[in-house]
């Protein structure tokens, strides 16, 4: 991901498996044959829905368009048809939005971007190039508006989840619809509104540097990540969080005015904080150098969303003056735990979907912010940020390798004398070092940071 885009490039989420139980395996469906005619009638009425909020815009061409119209004029059969009928008791169309959308502009006279639609490219019924629909004589009009199209539709007391596999497995466009784009159909109501009102806030989007919204939904699927974590807990995670986020949709999708206002607020909040926190490596992971180059860094591009989840949760009810009196402790223990805690590292990199790796990192994160945030021990184990600056500026030289140390973020303070025999956190016991040449050193090297 570059520093500001317009697309979001995630870590690769390895899902795990998981079987839909057999009760919760149940679709209920309409098959009908309607005429175009009947069609059109339930579109303008606003009761068909051609153009839901994720599907792509009408992309066909005026000869393609045509050659639709020639077919029904043949009497050629058309794939089927599918619809969704939804709460609001209106169908929304999920495989054939191209289709309805030709025939119902054919009869207007007029595309979708305003351009009149005549006849045009057809080869059998080369006589009808250049008409319009009201040109037609009232035969072929009649054929056209008479005309059947199969369509199958899911009725709204079917299974969601296995609506989704349905979905997804119709989707077969030339650019595929992903899982936010197909929930932006499925689960509509005012929590779907509110997933977008929720990304298109500032913080938001430069935390996770973004210009404008994600073409493909990205960025209001991190919205629903963190509501549903929110909501429901990391403790009552279940995988794969493709079915724990359709749960989410599913279950608030008219959430109360009053559950949004505390939605939006402890969004708002943990936005705040990350961005004073993290700046523009949030969601980044930090890598500790290695021999070769002691010298650390923050990943330039690629965005971590096991570490978006921690960081959202974990600050979404926190007391800001709180957290801001401890943002460089703060920023100092989750570097550490990315560079020195190897459960905390696979569990952000590895199978990261799975209940275990979920578990491990929101609990070690927990633990550790609590560590910050609630009451001091007697001896503190971390020197202070202020201290690592006054030692960078008066010689960023690591005292291990003896190169010069380029970034703070990339340095740490180790005891001389170690924690547990008694040493002091204090600036005559401590020594500046990389953060690789402090984990690499051999542990018979009596000053190893604790």
């Not at 149940?26 to 994720?54: A, H």
């Amino acid at each position: 991901m570059s520093e500001e885009s317009s697309d979001l490039d995630f870590e690769d989420e390895i899902e795990e498996v998981t079987l839909i139980p057999q009760k919760e395996n149940q679709i209920f469906t309409k098959i009908t044959d309607p005429e175009v005619v009947s069609l059109y009638n339930k579109y303008k009425r606003g009761q068909l829905v051609l153009q839901p909020d994720f599907q792509r815009q009408y992309v066909w061409d005026a000869v393609k368009a045509s050659k639709l119209i020639e077919s029904a004029v043949l009497l050629i059969p058309l794939p089927i048809v599918y619809l969704s009928e939804e709460k609001d008791g209106k169908e929304y169309v999920i495989d054939g939005q191209q289709r309805l959308t030709s025939f119902f502009s054919f009869i207007d006279g007029i595309f979708p971007d305003g351009k009149p639609f005549k006849l045009s490219g057809l080869n059998v019924c080369s006589d009808l190039n250049g008409k319009k629909f009201n040109e037609l004589n009232d035969d072929l009009q009649n054929k056209i508006n008479s005309y059947g199209i199969h369509t199958i539709t899911f009725l709204k007391n079917s299974s969601e989840n296995l609506k989704f596999e349905i979905f997804e497995r119709l989707n077969t466009g030339s650019v595929q619809l992903n899982d936010q784009e197909l929930r932006n159909c499925l689960y509509r109501g005012n929590f779907n509104v509110a997933l977008k009102e929720m990304a298109s806030d500032p913080d938001f989007m430069y935390i996770c540097g973004l210009k404008a919204p994600d073409k493909r939904m990205k960025d209001k699927e991190l919205v629903l990540r963190f509501c549903a974590f929110y909501h429901k807990t990391y403790l009552k995670y279940k995988a794969p969080i493709r079915n724990f986020l359709n749960i989410e949709a599913q279950e608030k999708r008219d959430i109360s005015d009053k559950e949004l206002i505390e939605l939006k607020s402890a969004f708002k909040n943990a936005c705040q904080i990350i961005r004073s926190l993290l700046d523009k490596n949030a969601f980044k992971r930090f890598y500790k150098g290695k021999d070769s180059q002691p010298d650390g860094f923050w990943e330039p591009s690629k965005f971590n969303t096991s570490l978006y989840d921690i960081l959202m949760y974990s600050f979404a009810n926190e007391d800001k003056n709180k957290v801001f009196q401890n943002l460089d402790a703060i920023k100092e223990a989750l570097i550490y735990l990315m560079t020195e805690d190897q459960e905390f590292v696979d569990s952000i990199e590895l199978s990261t979907s799975s209940v275990q790796a979920v578990t491990t990192r929101f609990d070690k994160w927990r633990i550790t912010l609590q560590g910050i945030l609630g009451v001091g021990q007697k001896e503190p184990r971390c020197f202070s940020y202020k201290l690592k600056e006054d030692m960078m500026n008066e010689n960023p030289t690591c005292a291990i390798c003896q190169q010069r140390i380029q970034s703070i973020d990339d340095s740490a303070i180790d005891h001389v004398k170690q924690y547990w025999t008694g040493g002091k956190t204090i600036p005559e016991n401590a020594r500046l070092t990389h953060r690789y040449c402090n984990w690499a050193r051999p542990r018979s090297d009596a000053t190893y940071l604790d």
